[in-house]
């Protein structure tokens, strides 16, 4: 982990009033819709891969595919790892200008940590800078 | 290349101090699996995800961990 710890995460400026603003979701928890391919959970070294998700997807035709956290409440709730209904909410009541186009899932239990740095998480970055064009982004683990 | 803001909601928020993330809510006591409340409470998530979301217009403190108390999340049984 020293590696990682010397490493902090860039800070971008937010330049835009928030009701204009696009909001994409991403999140570790291992969200995918029923129709994708789960994550892979009996690969020990984890899976580097992630899914998209569109902003009007219903919340029945999403799951958890995860073995590293309790996600008996998501799979219940998906908003309480993936808020998009609320989300939705939000957009709807002027808080938020948008939802956006693409949202992201991935499974972020991994010993390839330097993987997930390197390959995955600018990959989603691209997804989410080109398919997505959100304005801001809200993480979350699980 | 531009980066683009992120704010992140953790219930694991030494480990996510580590990596000195530029905007983070941390909803105390939330458990994880809970980043935004239980299951249902839709006036709660909404509010954890609208304080997420104010981070985003707040002034800057990049590295800093913002915790918020949600009263009606309650506790966990023993």
């Given at each position: 982990?020293?590696?990682?710890?010397?490493?902090?995460?860039?800070?971008?400026?937010?330049?835009?009033?928030?009701?204009?603003?696009?909001?994409?979701?991403?999140?570790?928890?291992?969200?995918?819709?029923?129709?994708?391919?789960?994550?892979?959970?009996?690969?020990?070294?984890?899976?580097?891969?992630?899914?998209?998700?569109?902003?009007?997807?219903?919340?029945?035709?999403?799951?958890?595919?995860?073995?590293?956290?309790?996600?008996?409440d998501a799979d219940r709730d998906?908003?309480?790892?993936?808020?998009?209904?609320?989300?939705?909410?939000?957009?709807?009541?002027?808080?938020?200008?948008?939802?956006?186009?693409?949202?992201?899932?991935?499974?972020?239990?991994?010993?390839?940590?330097?993987?997930?740095?390197?390959?995955?998480?600018?990959?989603?970055?691209?997804?989410?800078?080109?398919?997505?064009?959100?304005?801001?982004?809200?993480?979350?683990?699980? | 290349?531009?980066?683009?803001?992120?704010?992140?909601?953790?219930?694991?928020?030494?480990?996510?101090?580590?990596?000195?993330?530029?905007?983070?809510?941390?909803?105390?006591?939330?458990?994880?699996?809970?980043?935004?409340?239980?299951?249902?409470?839709?006036?709660?998530?909404?509010?954890?995800?609208?304080?997420?979301?104010?981070l985003l217009t707040a002034p800057?403190?990049?590295?800093?961990?913002?915790?918020?108390?949600?009263?009606?999340?309650?506790?966990?049984?023993?």
């Amino acid at each position: 982990m020293s590696q990682m710890s010397r490493r902090c995460v860039p800070y971008t400026p937010f330049d835009r009033p928030l009701d204009r603003a696009t909001i994409a979701l991403v999140t570790a928890g291992g969200v995918h819709r029923r129709d994708q391919e789960p994550f892979n959970i009996a690969d020990e070294l984890g899976d580097l891969t992630f899914r998209t998700i569109g902003p009007e997807v219903e919340v029945a035709d999403l799951m958890v595919t995860h073995h590293h956290y309790d996600h008996s409440d998501a799979d219940r709730d998906i908003n309480v790892v993936f808020p998009i209904e609320r989300l939705r909410e939000l957009a709807a009541e002027g808080v938020i200008g948008g939802v956006a186009k693409l949202h992201v899932g991935y499974m972020g239990y991994s010993m390839q940590l330097k993987q997930l740095y390197d390959q995955t998480a600018p990959a989603i970055a691209e997804e989410i800078d080109r398919g997505s064009r959100a304005d801001a982004v809200i993480l979350t683990g699980g | 290349m531009r980066g683009i803001p992120t704010v992140v909601i953790t219930v694991s928020p030494d480990a996510s101090r580590q990596m000195r993330p530029p905007r983070a809510l941390y909803p105390r006591g939330f458990k994880i699996g809970n980043s935004l409340g239980r299951p249902g409470m839709a006036d709660l998530q909404r509010r954890v995800l609208a304080d997420a979301l104010g981070l985003l217009t707040a002034p800057p403190a990049p590295g800093e961990i913002v915790e918020r108390d949600y009263p009606e999340y309650g506790t966990d049984e023993a």
